[in-house]
């Protein structure tokens, strides 16, 4: 741990000022919504902007507040106006009941739930598109307010049947045990899928407070600031622009352009580097706490490092299970499919589309057989029955020809799930063994995701092809984990060899290949052997796609590990040791929009510039 980072942890002032949002001018806050806004019964007309939900320069002290906030269903206004707001039965213009359990820290506010998707309250009438991902904020007093303390956190508006995700934020006042209505917004987001608009919400909703923490409440404080002291030291972009000549990190974010990028940031000798995050109502004012849909993400997360963490404890025979025997009731081909075969999107299943091979087309059929009613679909039960119905086999082997499938990213979790139950109990799971296992010795502390939902109540499979919520510092942690080689502080989390493998692009297969032929055409290729960074821009291996650059000092072409999911979410690892993170929303565009400019490999040469490779 970082000395600064040690220090910060004796006094809880230094601590929690290490994420906190910088304030802004003096007032801000009361200017732009003052007392007698939030004292209103009215709906408001607007949002406003972002500078109201953080303290002013002149802020004072707040009075501590320990209680539970009820929120009340509440509807939502939206601009544009949903063409489509009903989706599957539920409306996503209401902001959904909720209670937060809330206690501050110093000038921290800090929801108990924080970090978990919390879904709406039972009731009566409509029920709610969204759940909601609460994180840390902030509590305040401006000068004139009178005796109200102002209280701010983050909201994320997030989803349980996909991976869609609003970043949000919410203020209220508050004196002694009574409170103001609830004014909220959701100024930016992650790529549309079902609701295929991209959209400003905000309302007010009404509020009662109930005093009172929980009874353990001085352990949850002290839980929240380890939290906050094992996140990576963050820093905001222009301390990174200073140490470099003028002009070298322009064009970061390319080829993906500015409207439709999210926020972007660079790990650089240990440090987190972003940008801020623009948004119609100004910068988004807790960047740091922002939770992202970031779609196929989650294949390069949920199984290969399941895969990697059992092949470190049980041995790397674990990548040459098969599907069949762990997943009942499909096709007799499973059986011959390995893990690592699912994983390389390689299971010679899935038999829609094209049948030819050379060149290969990745994408051929992958939106075909009711790929919606199957994404959308509630339970394991009704996932695996669409699978059966309209998914074949091909006719050639598994591990020799990538065809992208979720499908057959969600079967692999469940495999991995069964062969995990079957040498550890029926309670056994592949995300709790994630989190407890890899994410936690790494300082990631929540990692809210998507589950199927079962109709008896029973917890749900995660889902290994999409889902995931992370912050910038998780998927940060998870880069760094694996540029270690899979170890920690000392102790080795992840499969060394596998890990060093996979980030070489060892067995990695060349997207528009057939590796069922060798040079005759008759034998099969080996599996294990370097991907030939010569032969083409795109390879695929365990989640990871890996394209191509040629180093600027070495001459030499190098396949660069990158984490991607729809809407041009990026997490990318360099040879120099540098990752980027860019989050971003390129998907349900308007008519005749370009999400991309032609020039693909930018942000390469942005990073090979920073330290030539």
């Known amino acids: 741990m970082h000395t600064s980072l040690r220090s910060c942890?004796?006094?809880?002032?230094?601590?929690?000022?290490?994420?906190?949002?910088?304030?802004?001018?003096?007032?801000?806050?009361?200017?732009?919504?003052?007392?007698?806004?939030?004292?209103?019964?009215?709906?408001?007309?607007?949002?406003?902007?972002?500078?109201?939900?953080?303290?002013?320069?002149?802020?004072?002290?707040?009075?501590?507040?320990?209680?539970?906030?009820?929120?009340?269903?509440?509807?939502?206004?939206?601009?544009?106006?949903?063409?489509?707001?009903?989706?599957?039965?539920?409306?996503?213009?209401?902001?959904?009941?909720?209670?937060?359990?809330?206690f501050s820290d110093g000038e921290t506010l800090l929801p108990l739930q924080r970090g978990n998707m919390m879904s709406e309250l039972p009731g009566k009438g409509a029920r709610s598109y969204w759940t909601v991902i609460p994180q840390p904020g902030r509590v305040w007093r401006e000068p004139g307010d009178g005796e109200w303390s102002r209280a701010a956190l983050p909201l994320m508006l997030v989803n349980d049947t996909e991976n869609h995700a609003h970043q949000g934020v919410a203020t209220f006042l508050y004196r002694g045990g009574e409170v103001t209505a609830l004014r909220l917004q959701f100024t930016q987001q992650t790529a549309p899928y079902l609701l295929h608009q991209h959209v400003i919400f905000w309302g007010r909703a009404a509020t009662t407070f109930t005093p009172g923490g929980p009874p353990d409440l001085e352990t949850q404080r002290a839980a929240a600031r380890r939290e906050l002291s094992d996140r990576l030291p963050t820093r905001p972009w222009s301390e990174l622009e200073k140490q470099f000549p003028p002009g070298t990190l322009a064009a970061f974010g390319g080829p993906l352009r500015p409207q439709w990028q999210v926020i972007n940031a660079v790990v650089y000798r240990g440090t987190l580097y972003h940008q801020a995050s623009s948004t119609p109502q100004g910068p988004y004012p807790y960047p740091l706490e922002m939770r992202f849909g970031v779609r196929s993400v989650m294949k390069s997360v949920a199984a290969p490092l399941a895969l990697l963490r059992l092949a470190e404890t049980y041995g790397p025979y674990v990548l040459d299970l098969r599907i069949?025997?762990?997943?009942?009731?499909?096709?007799?081909?499973?059986?011959?499919?390995?893990?690592?075969?699912?994983?390389?999107?390689?299971?010679?299943?899935?038999?829609?589309?094209?049948?030819?091979?050379?060149?290969?087309?990745?994408?051929?059929?992958?939106?075909?057989?009711?790929?919606?009613?199957?994404?959308?679909?509630?339970?394991?039960?009704?996932?695996?029955?669409?699978?059966?119905?309209h998914l074949k086999p091909y006719p050639w082997e598994p591990g020799t020809v990538m065809r992208y499938r979720d499908q057959d990213y969600f079967l692999l979790g469940l495999a991995i799930d069964g062969f995990l139950k079957s040498v550890r109990g029926p309670q056994a799971d592949l995300w709790e063994m994630l989190s407890d296992e890899v994410f936690k010795p790494i300082g990631i502390h929540h990692a809210p995701a998507v589950r199927t939902i079962e109709p008896d109540g029973a917890r749900g499979a995660i889902w290994a092809n999409a889902g995931w919520y992370p912050t910038l510092d998780d998927q940060a942690k998870i880069a760094i984990l694996l540029q270690s080689g899979g170890a920690h502080q000392g102790q080795q989390l992840l499969h060394r060899s596998l890990t060093t493998d996979l980030l070489a692009a060892r067995g990695a297969l060349h997207i528009k290949g057939d590796r069922s032929r060798d040079l005759s055409g008759t034998a099969p290729a080996s599996s294990t052997a370097a991907a030939d960074a010569s032969s083409g821009d795109n390879h695929y291996r365990m989640g990871f796609w890996f394209p191509r650059h040629i180093g600027s000092a070495s001459g030499k072409a190098f396949l660069l590990p990158s984490m991607q999911g729809s809407g041009d979410n990026r997490v990318t690892l360099y040879p120099n040791g540098i990752i980027t993170l860019q989050m971003a929303k390129a998907a349900e565009l308007p008519p005749g929009e370009q999400a991309r400019d032609d020039d693909a490999a930018a942000t390469h040469r942005v990073i090979d510039r920073m330290a030539p490779f």
Request: hydrophobic share 45%.
């Open 9 to 102: 942890r004796r006094v809880a002032v230094c601590l929690m000022a290490a994420w906190l949002p910088a304030a802004v001018s003096a007032g801000a806050a009361t200017d732009r919504l003052p007392v007698a806004a939030l004292t209103s019964a009215a709906t408001p007309s607007s949002p406003v902007d972002n500078a109201a939900f953080v303290p002013g320069t002149d802020a004072l002290p707040a009075s501590p507040i320990i209680g539970t906030l009820h929120i009340a269903q509440s509807a939502m206004q939206a601009t544009p106006a949903l063409k489509g707001p009903l989706i599957g039965g539920r409306d996503a213009r209401l902001f959904p009941a909720l209670s937060l359990t809330l």
């Open 324 to 389: 069949g025997d762990h997943v009942p009731g499909l096709h007799p081909k499973w059986g011959r499919i390995r893990f690592i075969d699912a994983a390389d999107m390689a299971t010679g299943f899935g038999g829609l589309g094209s049948i030819t091979t050379h060149p290969n087309d990745p994408y051929a059929g992958y939106l075909e057989g009711e790929y919606d009613a199957w994404y959308t679909a509630g339970s394991t039960t009704e996932k695996l029955a669409l699978i059966n119905r």
